[in-house]
């Protein structure tokens, strides 16, 4: 239900295809549901005013199921079997391999749960290496449909947005600002990637390559820097490559994305109220530097709903940085990463960034499956989650209550570019400021000591 | 209009000292407890301190750079205070001298209030009146309480409250009954009732506003300040956690670096400065002679998008003026002027004035000799005004009531002069019909004439974003005209006080923000409603309670200044929000990598102002922080410049200058400190 999809556990074997099927399939449907709901809860705060209600949640649930993510599911799944994703309820198949050993494949119903998951931003794959592993995701175009599926919903629910409270360019705005910041941060990956690792260099690869450790070979540094964003900017957190490997500042732009509070364009829903939650800080302080009270979309910004947005902008630090900061001086947590210095920070940064971030993707190499990890994993993604949600929703109710300020040539517009422009402009510096020390002390450390030549 | 902005010097030392006593009297945690970011510097302050006496004790770490964080932090802090002392210093001059005023008051109670020929009465303090009390003022008498006139005529000195030296007249019933408490009756005598509680008067309300003690904050101030106080706990856990973080690194940071971080980077330049910014915001308004009796209301005047403005004396001058003359029957333009000068002659008023002065500036007619005739006054019954001389009777008055006096009406009157009449009216003047005799000789165009310069301010109002509506008790079509002229984007005709309340009602539930001036009775519902409802000094006391703001100067287009002033306080807020909060960002480049240069040098690459060393990087940005307070106190008081520019030109100006600015001015300021304090050998 947290939309996280963390897994500790390896899918296929440790669990049956039926709890795959209805365990986790459900979950992912519902979990994206839920998150559609509460979008379009807060849409209607801005359309309707002096009102108390703003829709009933079963209602909207059960709609964002059945009307949207159903459909879409059954066609996104037909289109994977397609391209080679194994739809069967066979066990596994035994095959022997060139060596003559006896090997196992897993196989199972992963076109479809592989549908859900990337609709729904889940990223809890069927096989534990996730959408790295060749039945995942076989090819390019599995990729690319992986890809713009996870884009899809969260993407439009930002122009439903705009549809049902009444501003079409509002959206088009703040899907420019998610835009634009993913842009950023898939070339950030790009070129840190591509740049590769003078360590490796000096062993004697080709700089021409980049770096292509924990990479698959038929992705290479462009799909993995494209689907590493996507994934950490949507809060989706399934990977096509393991973010461990990725170079300190490739491997800096996934976690920063997730600090960010994934709203480039985020979970499914969730990216849209985050995002709505940071518009809000935006015409806060912007706001007043045109001689008015704040308004967004018509609504004066006032004590209570800036009271209620600090509250949901605590979360996340809180529960990334106050789990990891205790995680790196109690023996339980320093049991958990495999790599020691910097990396090792990072990983458990990672970690909790991923959880309370409600992302589910792992940086992996950090050893989750210990009862430490799990009960603090399980509280950050829980505060991630519904401690972000309850202030979301209350300040949608409160916003509902208020009255409507037509506009005027005083009224600070904001679906301009220059809106745009400052709502990229707080995310990045609201978020760098809060996680710079601790990134400071990860990443980017391991990138200096890397250009010093030591490694983790 | 009296514009008394005269801003002192912030160096005046009658404001300086006084200032810097307070800023210590300030370090209060009781009082300081109401600005959360200044308190939590002062806690941290304590603390650092603590540690430095313990170092100095025990003589374990390094007393010398702990000694000197720790001043630093507390100079932060009364840094704050000072700025804050510095805003009331300039309100209170004028505060105190109300205050002293009121010190020890004594009425004149009077013991048989309903009889009103008997005025003997009891001596009590003013503090022990009560709402009803009447009392007796004599010349020579302060005036114990706000409250109204209900018999007696008397000149009063009002100065101590407006600045206006002369005296004026307050007598009951009508516009002038309203009296403030602290001002001096100069001659004869009123009976008042008391219409405030003691403590509750005008004056208090207005001395309230400029004491930060005291003053209620507003609710964009409490929305800043959740913000601010949201910004403090989001880096008290970056910095709380870095601890754990530094320690997994490999480095144990001390309290007195860990204290300097967190400092650094609460927001202190806003925080320090939110509350000077309100109260020199309210001092400025007093400076335009304007008492804003919440400040709630002035927050409010920078949102308001809608301006309820009287058109008498507002937009137009009061009277009506003579602007051209319209002959009929063939009479000679100048033969009308020369009819119309004689019969005005003695006619006082202000429209036969400026017939007077039309004829003589237009025609160059001289002033005829008074060849004594026999003037005609105008009377409301006749209206009709005139003179009788060498046998003529020449006659102007309102147009029906010369048609009858010519005997004909406006269906026998010649179609050339109920033509004139018509266009007359259509254009929004007043007709006024002349005759001679039996012989209609023309009509005169009265008009409604506009101020000028004022289409200018509505302009700007609109560039502002702010729509004026001009009410007025003129029929549609007269209203219809000078609304034209003026430039105001509505006109509320025919107006009547339910109608004004009405209107603002209907405005409101719409969104709008509604400001307005009035000062009868009849205005008081309407500038009860008005989000910012503007009384005038001279008017009636129930005007004057309906009202949340009062102007001294009784001047009605003042409202565009409080708009102004209202919206530069806001402007002010969110300027040096954004500056505080982009200040950060060097900070950070300052201290970070001065935290672990010694675990990590590698780190040092994060060193980009090439600051000296750790200590002295954490020192820079300490005493950056400290010192951008004092630099920004002349700006936070003055507040940000307003320009109706539209909103969009004015954020990309501000956002350039303060956001920009904010972030590029801390990196050359902690490189400069850094090079003072390195040549100084402080660390």
Known sequence: MTNTNWQSYGGETTMSHLSQMLGLTVQNFVSAASGIAIAVAVSRAFARSGVDRIGNFWIDLTRATLYVLLPLAIVVALAFAALGLPQTLTGSVSATTLEGANQTIAMGPMASQEAIKQLGTNGGGFMNVNAAHPFENPSAFSNYLAIFSMLSISATVVYTFGQIAGRRRQAWALLSAMTILLVIGIGAIYWAETAGNPIHVAAGLDPALGNMEGKEVRFGQAMTALYAAVTTGLSNGGVNAMHSSLTPLGGLVPLFLIQLGEVLPGGVGSG???????????????????????????????????????LAVLILPLAILGFSAVAAVIPAGLAGPTNAGPHGLTEILYAYSSAAGNNGSAFAGLSANSPWYNTTLGLAMLAGRFAYIVPVLAIAGSLARKAKVPPSSGTFPTDGPLFVGLLVGIILILGGLQFFPALALGPILEHVLMLAGQTF | MSTKAVTPSVLDPAIMLPALRDALI?????????????????????????????????????????????????????FANFAEAVAEGRGKAQADSLKHGKADLFAKKLLFPSDETDLSSEVIPATALKIGDIVLVEAGDIIPGDGEVISGVASVNESAVTGESAPVIRESGGDRSAVTGGTQVISDWLRIRISTRPGESFVDRMIGLIEGAKRQKTPNEIALSILLSGLTLVFLIAVVTLYGLALYSGTDLSLAVLAALLVTLIPTTIGGLLSAIGIAGMDRLIRFNVVATSGRAVEAAGDVDTLLLDKTGTITFGNRMASEFLPVNGVDESELAKAVLMASLADETAEGRSIVALAKSDFGLSEPEAAGGETIAFSAQTRISGIDIDGRQIRKGAVDAILNFVTLDRTSAPAEFNAAVDRVARTGGTPLAVADGHDLLGVIHLKDVVKPGIKERFAALRAMGIKTVMVTGDNPVTAAAIASEAGVDDFLAEATPEQKLDYIRREQQGGRLIAMCGDGTNDAPALAQADVGVAMQSGTQAAREAGNMVDLDSSPTKLIEIVEIGKQILMTRGSLTTFSIANDVAKYFAIIPALFLATYPELGALNIMGLASPQSAILSAVIFNALIIVVLIPLALKGVAYRPIGAAALLRRNLLVYGLGGLVAPFLGIKLVDLAISALNLV
Not at chain 1, 277 to 292: D, E, K, N, P, S
Not at chain 2, 37 to 61: C, D, K, P, R, Y
Request: proline content about 4%; aromatic content about 10%; charged content about 15%.
């Open chain 2, 26 to 78: 300030k370090l209060d945690p009781r009082q300081l407890v109401r600005n959360p970011v200044i308190f939590v510097t002062e806690l941290v302050a304590l603390v650092v301190s603590l540690l430095w006496v313990q170092e100095m004790a025990t003589g374990v770490g390094a007393p010398a750079f702990s000694g000197q964080i720790a001043a630093w932090l507390w100079f932060t802090v009364l």
């Open chain 1, 272 to 310: 849209l109220y985050g995002l709505v939650v940071f518009a809000i800080l935006t015409v806060f302080v912007a706001g007043l530097m045109v001689g008015r009270t704040p308004e967004f979309l018509g609504k004066k910004i006032e004590a209570r709903e800036m009271k209620l947005a600090m």
